[in-house]
């Protein structure tokens, strides 16, 4: 049967991206109907709203979401219901999105391109997963007030509210199990336990669910600590399950392991594994027009709807080793280039993914 896939790509690099993941979509030879539509700083342009009811209809009814990016300063003194960046945090919330997966692994021919020791990350394999649709970026209330009491009482005060419900907790925690379960059996739940009520009742409930799955190791570490383990010793991490801003924080430090962030793709999944795959980057404006970003992670994020969503495992296998071959003829885009290799475009490492897939 035909796989409808929802085109979003975005603002940015979003659209350069995107059209070389969707090249290789269309070279697999499987019969997918692509529907592109505005999303972020273009949905506004297009219909005067981030996320237009047509993008939102469309994204539902699809198998699965390709996302390229959003957001662009320029946008920056929009309303925020406005701001290009709502549009995926409401594809996020609307589709029920609460598990962002992040693999961030070292190709081997990489290992140069980090900024760390090649012996401090190679052979790096982890998970990192991300509760997406809860935490402070989505707690009520918030907003910008006359604060009502204490030492500044009378000034205006900025506000957000950080919370977790338990079933939230319960769901990413049982997520983080069954994936450690098909890896090296360990999680470590990252919370600030010690200073924030949310992160303490987090640390408890991950606590309860460990119980159900005995044969996974459950270490539990603070996200100031994580930060640092991340860049000291990473390979000591297996499967790392945290909130929504930690999560967001952490993912782009991992990246930097695996050589760039425009090296680390995503998946972010429904209890029914239906998901939106992105890459974990934003918009890059300053590299946007340039035909220099790096179009891998969005080449990944479309091989994990391959086998999250897709069920076609085979063919996400399939690009996922037409990337390694690429890197491994020594083609690397700017952000993971280094003296030896040779540079290419955008364009021309999407056309190189295609050549040998
Ligand atoms: N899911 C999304 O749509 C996201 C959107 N954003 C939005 O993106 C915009 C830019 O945000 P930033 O903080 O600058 O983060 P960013 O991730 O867009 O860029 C950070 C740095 O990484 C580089 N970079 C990112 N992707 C790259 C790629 N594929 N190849 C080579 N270099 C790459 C950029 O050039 C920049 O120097 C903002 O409007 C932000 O809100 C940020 C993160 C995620
Ligand atoms: C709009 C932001 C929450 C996007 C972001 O930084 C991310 O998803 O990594
Ligand atoms: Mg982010």
Redesign the pocket.
């Known amino acids: 049967m035909t796989k409808k896939i929802a085109v979003l790509a975005?603002d940015?690099?979003g659209p350069e991206?995107v059209a070389e993941a969707v090249n290789v979509l269309n070279a697999l030879g499987e019969s997918f109907e692509l529907e592109h539509a505005p999303v972020?700083g273009a949905g506004y342009e297009a219909s005067g709203h981030p996320l237009p009811e047509a993008t939102l209809k469309l994204a539902k009814e699809a198998d699965a979401v390709l996302f390229g990016?959003?957001?662009?300063?320029k946008y920056d003194t929009l309303d925020r219901p406005l701001r290009?960046?709502q549009a995926?945090l409401g594809l996020r919330k609307n589709l029920g999105l609460f598990a962002n997966l992040r693999p961030a692994i070292l190709y081997p021919e990489l290992a140069g391109a980090s900024t760390l020791k090649p012996e401090v990350v190679s052979g790096l394999d982890i998970l990192i997963i991300r509760e997406l649709t809860g935490d402070i970026y989505f707690g009520q209330p918030r907003g910008v007030r006359e604060c009502p009491d204490g030492p500044f009482k009378g000034e205006r005060e900025g506000f957000d509210t950080m919370r977790y419900a338990e079933s939230e907790v319960r769901r990413i925690g049982h997520v983080a199990f069954q994936a450690a379960r098909k890896r090296n059996k360990k999680v470590c739940s990252v919370d600030k336990a010690n200073v924030l009520e949310t992160f303490q009742f987090w640390k408890d409930i991950m606590i309860e669910v460990g119980k159900e799955y005995p044969d996974v190791e459950l270490s539990h570490m603070y996200v100031d600590n994580a930060a640092m383990q991340l860049v000291k010793n990473p390979k000591q991490f297996d499967v790392l399950v945290t909130g929504n801003m930690f999560g967001d924080i952490l993912s782009d430090q991992a990246s930097m392991l695996t050589g760039?962030?425009?090296m680390l793709p995503s998946a972010s999944l429904d209890a029914n594994n239906k998901g939106l795959y992105?890459?974990s980057?934003?918009?890059?404006?300053?590299?946007a027009g340039k035909g220099i970003?790096?179009?891998l992670?969005t080449i990944l994020s479309a091989a994990m709807m391959l086998r999250y969503s897709l069920n076609m495992a085979a063919q996400a296998d399939r690009i996922e080793a037409a990337v390694k071959k690429v890197l491994q003829q020594g083609l690397r885009?700017?952000?993971i280039y280094e003296a030896g290799t040779t540079k290419v475009s955008t364009r021309e490492m999407g056309a190189a993914v295609l050549s040998v897939l």
């Not at 990016?69 to 300063?73: E, H, K, Q």
């Not at 980057?281 to 590299?287: F, L, R, T």
């Open positions: 975005g940015g690099i991206i972020g990016a959003v957001g662009d300063w290009p960046e995926i760039s962030i425009g992105e890459p980057h934003g918009s890059a404006p300053d590299i970003a790096n179009p992670a885009t700017a952000d």
